[in-house]
């Protein structure tokens, strides 16, 4: 006879034993792949068609507003490298004869042509701003990851690569205009077509290399309150 005294747990048998046992190796084989660390950082997803297709517009629109400017900026601080082009230029749309009336006009209406010059870097200018903030507003309104960061890195990396595609552009208007004056539409449109191709490239690009939501700035620690002045005394 079990004596009714005895602990619960005294008198286990070899079976109720096997049972545990076998419980406790089904935990442990379930709960070592949960345990074990993870290595690597995880992959973001790609951007969604909306958010590609948003960076592809702000991209066409912001930096073809942007090189218009930009160009514009170019030929007012490259004036003196690219002099010999532009006399070229002209002398070839206007004939020598013409080319030097046109530049002794400029050069006796100084006030005029420095009027004309501020009013030219104001509109440059301008475009430069809409360009930005047009981009902008596109990437902010189409759920782009990150669209401040993607707006400026991709600023800075379009107007690296517009300055030697300004320098090819002019080149080649002067090349047309010495040899084939009718095909003196195809350095702007062809400088027009580059612009929108390295737009929808660069845009594109910054947008799939950001993408992910920002990382949650830390709260900032609460300052401990002031102590409480004590009462002077009567």
């Not at 993408?211 to 005394?233: D, I, N, V």
Request: glycine share 8%; proline share 9%.
């Amino acid at each position: 006879m079990s004596n009714p005294e005895a602990p619960a747990g005294a008198t286990v048998g070899p079976a109720a034993a096997a049972a545990a046992a076998a419980t406790a190796t089904v935990t442990a084989a379930a709960a070592a792949p949960a345990s074990a660390p993870k290595t690597g950082k995880p992959k973001e997803p790609p951007i969604t068609a909306g958010q590609r297709a948003s960076a592809i517009l702000a991209g066409l629109t912001g930096h073809i507003l942007f090189a218009i400017g930009w160009f514009g900026i170019a030929f007012v601080v490259l004036g003196a490298a690219i002099a010999p082009l532009v006399s070229e230029l002209l002398a070839n749309l206007l004939g020598d004869v013409d080319a030097q009336r046109f530049t002794e006009i400029i050069a006796r209406a100084s006030a005029l042509f420095w009027l004309l010059g501020l009013v030219f870097i104001v509109g440059c200018l301008a475009f430069v701003a809409f360009g930005v903030l047009s981009s902008l507003y596109l990437l902010r309104r189409g759920g782009v990851d990150k669209p401040g960061r993607v707006n400026w890195t991709s600023f800075v990396i379009a107007a690296v690569v517009d300055l030697p595609v300004f320098l090819l552009v002019v080149w080649l208007a002067e090349v047309v205009t010495d040899d084939s004056p009718g095909l003196l539409w195809l350095p702007p449109v062809l400088a027009l077509v580059l612009a929108a191709a390295i737009g929808v490239a660069v845009w594109w690009l910054m947008a799939h290399a950001n993408r992910g939501k920002p990382a949650p700035k830390p709260a900032k620690p609460a300052k401990p309150g002031k102590a409480a002045k004590a009462p002077r005394a009567a």
